[in-house]
């Protein structure tokens, strides 16, 4: 069974600081990887996707994140925050064929210290 | 336009009722889900559903069934409300193969049950 860890649950950062959020997974073959950062009372937003090629991907609002094979890991970046980065980030494997959605990770909640 | 749309954003009912959650996308996916976060915002699948095959997460009570008119919508009903079935619940969709298309969630539906 696939399986997704976060194990930041909170994460303070000072505005203008770079970040990394952590996320490792569980899967048998090569995964689907997403992120998606939920904001205050809002839905899921995608930040970016990883199915193959390049093991960086670029994604929206300046965060990019890295797959790496041997540690089971993809990791959000940015290398600067703003404060309106404040919110649940949720990083997210899936199967190719889809028809099984999404497992997600337990989230890490991003505090802004101005 | 919106591409994954909810309705109701609220909904407060008490405990014993009958209530369904609606969902549409005009995105012309083929695959569909439901999705649950709870009071921790932990997100959990209940349900993947395309015009052939309904997957349902093993943990999902039966009082709750998901009812598909179209490839459009998906529905979620939901018999004899009980407090634990307070959360935000979440619709999405993808094309076929969605992990290399990525994940659309609508913006979601609290529930909270008196």
């Known amino acids: 069974a696939q399986s997704v860890t976060q194990p930041d649950i909170h994460i303070t950062v000072s505005e203008g600081a770079s970040l990394e959020l952590r996320c490792n997974y569980s899967y048998g073959a090569t995964p689907y990887l997403f992120w998606y950062v939920q904001s205050p009372g809002q839905g899921l937003q995608l930040l970016l996707k990883?199915?193959?090629?390049?093991?960086l991907v670029q994604g929206i609002k300046g965060f990019e994140a890295e797959f790496k094979r041997s540690q089971s890991s993809f990791n959000l970046r940015k290398p600067s925050v703003h404060w309106s980065d404040a919110a649940e980030y949720f990083c997210?494997?899936?199967?190719?064929?889809?028809?099984?959605?999404?497992?997600f990770g337990k989230g890490t909640h991003l505090i802004i210290q101005p | 336009d919106t591409a994954v749309s909810q309705t109701p954003k609220y909904l407060v009912t008490q405990m014993g009722n009958d209530k369904s959650i609606k969902c549409e996308q005009n995105?012309?996916?083929?695959?569909m889900y439901w999705y649950k976060q709870d009071s921790k915002k932990f997100l959990k699948i209940m349900f993947s559903?395309?015009?052939?095959?309904?997957?349902i997460n093993e943990t999902v009570p039966n009082r709750f069934s998901p009812k598909s008119p179209d490839k459009a919508h998906l529905n979620l009903h939901i018999n004899s409300l009980e407090l634990g079935d307070s959360a935000v619940y979440f619709c999405?969709?993808?094309?076929?193969?969605?992990?290399?298309?990525?994940?659309?969630f609508g913006s979601g539906t609290r529930l909270t049950v008196v």
């Open positions: 995105l012309g996916h083929d695959t």
């Open positions: 997210a494997v899936g199967a190719p064929g889809g028809a099984d959605g999404l497992t």
């Open positions: 999405a969709s993808s094309a076929r193969g969605g992990g290399a298309y990525g994940y659309t």
């Open positions: 559903y395309n015009n052939k095959e309904l997957i």
């Open positions: 990883y199915f193959s090629g390049d093991t």
